[in-house]
T-cell receptor
Framework: DAKTTQPPSMDCAEGRAANLPCNHS???????VYWYRQIHSQGPQYIIH???NNETNEMASLIITEDRKSSTLILPHATLRDTAVYYC?????????????FGKGTKLSVKP | DSGVTQTPKHLITATGQRVTLRCSPR?????VYWYQQSLDQGLQFLIQ???????AKGNILERFSAQQFPDLHSELNLSSLELGDSALYFC????????????FGPGTRLLVL
């Protein structure tokens, strides 16, 4: 599985957009990009995933570069409750073991 | 609320003891995963079951075992406990065993004294 690189921490002002980058330069053609987050000591929460097109749901948007070597998770209007560790994970969806491999993630602090 | 339930929420025990953690997946989900989160190791995948069969194995110690029952609930058994086994243990479930959108339970916090 492709390795991901994320900044260890980021700050964001409440109400502003939070843009969390992820580098996955060795991603292969059948690997998807997943984002999960973990609010302190709670179970990780699925946010969004995508293959090559940009995706949006009620929680966030995922922008994947054309070469698929990096992506950005966008929380459009961050709130204090979005303070969490955000994990970018690259995994094949089908035909492989179904477990997630978590790295260290980015600790996002949303400040008032 | 993810729909995944785990019991107990907290567990305190002594070294050398054995404990059983229980997980009930979301209704309709066939696959169950167990993860361990300790301070120094982060979130580590232990084992996955799909419809009662073991599907994938991660960094699970030989002292640990798991099973998924016909009603799809799962149990993680930890034996000969050591201080280093103190961690949060999460169960997750998904519909079809693929990576897409796993739903995690609230976890069981295990403290080995």
């Amino acid at each position: 599985d492709a390795k991901t690189t994320q900044p260890p921490s980021m700050d964001c002002a409440e109400g502003r957009a939070a843009n969390l980058p992820c580098n996955h330069s060795t991603i292969s053609g059948n690997e998807y990009v997943y984002w999960y987050r973990q609010i302190h000591s709670q179970g990780p929460q699925y946010i969004i995933h995508g293959l090559k097109n940009n995706e949006t749901n009620e929680m966030a948007s995922l922008i994947i570069t054309e070469d698929r070597k990096s992506s950005t998770l966008i929380l459009p209007h961050a709130t204090l409750r979005d303070t969490a560790v955000y994990y970018c994970i690259v995994r094949v969806v089908w035909g492989s073991q179904g477990n997630l491999i978590f790295g260290k993630g980015t600790k996002l602090s949303v400040k008032p | 609320d993810s729909g995944v339930t785990q019991t107990p929420k907290h567990l305190i025990t002594a070294t050398g003891q054995r404990v059983t953690l229980r997980c009930s997946p979301r209704s309709g989900d066939l696959s169950v995963y167990w993860y361990q989160q300790s301070l120094d190791q982060g979130l580590q995948f232990l084992i996955q079951y799909y419809n009662g069969e073991e599907r994938a194995k991660g960094n699970i110690l030989e002292r640990f075992s798991a099973q998924q029952f016909p009603d799809l609930h799962s149990e993680l058994n930890l034996s000969s406990l050591e201080l280093g086994d103190s961690a949060l243990y999460f169960c997750a479930s998904s519909v079809d065993g693929s990576v897409a959108s796993q739903y995690f339970g609230p976890g069981t916090r295990l403290l080995v004294l």
